[in-house]
């Protein structure tokens, strides 16, 4: 994430901020280009997801690695937007190929260079420390199904959580 977000940043500030707004808030590449800048209050964005999905309020990320702290840079960035216009006016084709660029720069595999990964990242990071309902919620979801098809796990790792949990020692080959 971070070497995606800094290639975006090397290019253009408007870009890696997208991104990020994106993965922290497991955005849509719709939503994220069509808030306006009465959804950036106080400290929160207000997101109504598209898809049938529920409407989130969510905090502005501060983060001590710069890369990853948005609060600042986006309260700034929509007050520069016009009025019931959105904050980055582009189209979602235009977000894709903004996170491609970006994903080439990094070295990203290509089929990871699209907007969703955002989401299925955020989703991926934090669905074990979080639970699976603190996801769901974050994401919009109305059916924790959604925030299921997130969980995949391999036999090999679902082994060793069970021999974990059980206490069982693992076998070495």
Do not use: C
Request: no cysteine; proline share 4%.
């Amino acid at each position: 994430m971070l070497a995606l977000l800094r290639a975006a940043k090397a290019y253009r500030e408007r870009d890696w901020l997208m991104i990020l707004v994106a993965f922290n808030h497991g955005l849509r590449a719709s939503e994220v280009v069509s808030f306006t800048k009465d959804a950036v209050r106080d400290g929160f964005l207000t997101i109504q997801r598209l898809k049938g999905s529920l409407r989130t309020v969510q905090p502005l990320v501060e983060h001590a690695e710069p890369l990853l702290s948005e609060r600042t840079a986006l309260i700034d960035w929509a007050e520069k937007s016009s009025f019931n216009q959105p904050v980055f006016p582009v189209s979602r084709q235009h977000f894709w190929r903004i996170v491609q660029r970006a994903a080439r720069t990094a070295q990203i595999p290509e089929h990871k260079a699209h907007p969703h990964i955002l989401k299925h990242s955020i989703a991926m990071q934090t669905i074990h420390s979080a639970g699976i309902e603190n996801v769901r919620q974050h994401l919009g979801h109305k059916s924790i199904s959604s925030t299921g098809s997130y969980l995949k796990v391999t036999d090999a790792d679902a082994a060793r959580a069970i021999h974990k949990a059980i206490n069982v020692p693992e076998e070495t080959d």
